[in-house]
């Protein structure tokens, strides 16, 4: 298991050095002089030779790249454009807001779908299977952002005044705010590393919540994170459900099932125990490939549940030609998504002995 | 064994060609057969807009208020007022009239990216499967970076280098399917080019371009209809996305997703702005969906010889 990590971490080299590559030559090939976009229009032409000079952007590009990777390695993303804050800062920043609503949908529709899913594949062709096979179909080919506004309306709008009343945007009511776990375990001597560390976790709002006990607002933002994370997770919801029902579809009929039913064992142990655990690779695969598309999906749920994550900040400083910031956004956003496959492949060995000895 | 009593129909089915075969199953196959109604409907619509459009798409109409709501004279709304199937939106344009001219766009928009996803994949893919060595190993490598970036991600980069329109949506929403389509392409190749069929020909002279061409490519190709179709989808979806968050089509454009984008904060009081042009990218990616999975099950060879 261990040569199998250590070959797949090995593969993953190349594909993060093109990664950085890519986001490279993109902030490269944009147009315009990047000493216009930071010092203004007015900027003179000694004031950009001496940026130019500062930037190291008169060095020739193999050099400017290999710097670029060096300084990623030590977490250095650069300085926004627009108000001079370290990109890091802003990743931890907003980092969480991403994160929170992607685990929340992934739970959200990894329970669902495969629930369904089963509930498909053993009722084959009952009203239950049509329907759900129905909804995963309109489910695969909604827009993101339009269920998000519905469901808005929905909830925010239609139960107004009622139980089922959900907040349609923001992550707490107004009011309502968290401390930093700097401030609250007196932690004013950290540094490097450990403070970045903190601070993620600090606007982690549900987690901070969670350990310093603070009921009231985790409640709160587990409220506010109900309609974006049924949003953004109805989609692969669909695509889980259908592949789960046909993958168990395809392990009902083996042989082995047969010989299982006809030892007499209860059908709830042949489904779960025999033909789920068989039917798991391709569902995994699914799972996996789905939590990539959450990340893709960020930026429109962030945008019509008006939630502080990177998304939003994506889109501002694509908007506003804050190029830093979406370089730095672009690579870590895709190293998230490498880490998921990677996770996903070793979960196969995992899953399937026979993949470990090949 | 079939009964004797089928012998004729069995001969009958036997004396299809391939084409026919899968013609026959994707006509009988129900979700098909709801995507082709669909996407008939959105085809039509598309073509005979000019004549089915009440109004002109960008034209701002000065005898009603802004965001009116639909108003049907059949469903009793009073004659006085003026008809708006879908009501006004928040530039006073007739919102069906603009729904009429965006399926337009969408189709374009969809099968010109899917297409030229697929050109360049499927070249790509064919040459990396059948030079092989190191052309494979550099077309394929940059195939991997590619997909190892959430694919709306990766667009919206794509679009802040080239700036926003509705063009370069097109390209970002294209350059991001190629690595799917390359990969389909390459992995049939391989397959293809080990038989003896292929060794045949080339022992007959056939040059390595025919070989690509004539033998190889026809038998890479049912896989990639599937893939064009479903891609086809995603692409909608993509674009739309696109011109939602203002990086896609330019205002007054009648695009779906911009449409959506534009009237986003008015959901609470004009829903009807919000609800409809998502319905229509709905049932177009739809369409395509139910195809691409009736052509799935059509093209399958173990379908069609294990019945």
Redesign the interface.
Known sequence: MTTFIIRRLILLLPVLLGITFITFSMTRLLPGDPCFAVMGEKATVAQCQEYRQRQGLNDPLPVQFVHYLNNIAHGDFGQSLRNNRQVTDIVMERLPMTLEVAIGATLFSTTFGILLGIVSAVKRNSIIDVVTMMIANAGVSMPVFWLGLVLAYIFALTFKGTPLWIPPSGRLTSGLSIPPLVQTYNLQNLSGPMLTLVTFASNTVTFNALITGNFKVLGDALWHLILPCVAVGTIPLSIIARMTRASLLEILGQDYIRTARAKGLRERVVIIKHALRNALLPIVTIVGLSIGGLLSGAPLTETVFSLPGMGTELIRAILSRDYTVVQAFTVIIALIFVTINLIVDLSYAFLDPRIRLQ | MKTINSTGLLKQASQRTPFQKVLHRITRHR?AQVGFLILGLMIAIAILAPVLAPFDPIKVLTDVKVRTPPCIHWLGCPADQPEHIFGVDGNRRDLLSRIIFGARLSLVIGIASATFAILVGVILGALAGFIGGWFDNLIM??M???L???????A??????L?PGLINVLLAVSIVAIPVYARVVRASVLQVKEQDFISASRALGVSNFGLLINHVMPNALTPIIVQGTLGI?SAI?DS??LS????GAPPPTPEW?LM??EE?NS??NA?HL??I??IA???T??AF??IGDGLRDSLDPRLVHGG
């Open positions: 979700s490598r940059l991997d970076v590619l190892a970036f959430p694919s709306l991600i990766l919206i980069a794509i679009v802040a280098v700036g989808a979806l739309a996305a939602f968050l203002g990086l997703g959506l984008g986003r959901v609470f829903p919000v609800f042009p998502g990218i709905m049932l990616v739809l969906n139910l």
